[in-house]
């Protein structure tokens, strides 16, 4: 019923900069929380960038001032402009939205989109 489909993943010099996108298709009521997420090989997963409904964001301390993230509601979309890049942001990034269904409005469903490799290598 919900899809999400990331993009923008690729390889970037150190100091480079990169911008995943992610957008959720399906019966979409509303969408309360969009996020990103990281896991390194050996490394569990981990918050990188939240952003709420209201436009309030949140950066783990390892991102902050360098990520961005934003949302457009109109497309359904989550956006990670990463700036400034070093090889410690190699990492499978992916988005997760919690989603209230047409079918079921009343309660956010955490959707997760399948991932997008970004190596930082010189």
């Known amino acids: 019923q919900v899809q999400l489909v990331e993009s923008g993943g690729g390889l970037a010099q150190p100091g480079g900069s990169l911008r995943l996108s992610c957008a959720a298709s399906g019966s979409i009521f509303s969408i309360y929380v969009m996020a990103w997420y990281r896991q390194a090989p050996g490394k569990q997963r981990e918050s990188v960038a939240a952003?709420?409904?209201?436009?309030?964001?949140h950066y783990a301390d390892s991102v902050k001032g360098r990520f961005t993230i934003s949302r457009d509601n109109t497309k359904n979309s989550v956006y990670l402009q990463m700036n400034y890049l070093k090889p410690e942001d190699t990492a499978v990034y992916y988005c997760k939205m919690a989603i209230a269904t047409v079918t079921v409005p009343t309660f956010g469903y955490d959707y997760w989109g399948q991932g997008t490799q970004v190596t930082v290598s010189s």
């Open positions: 952003i709420v409904s209201g436009g309030s964001a």
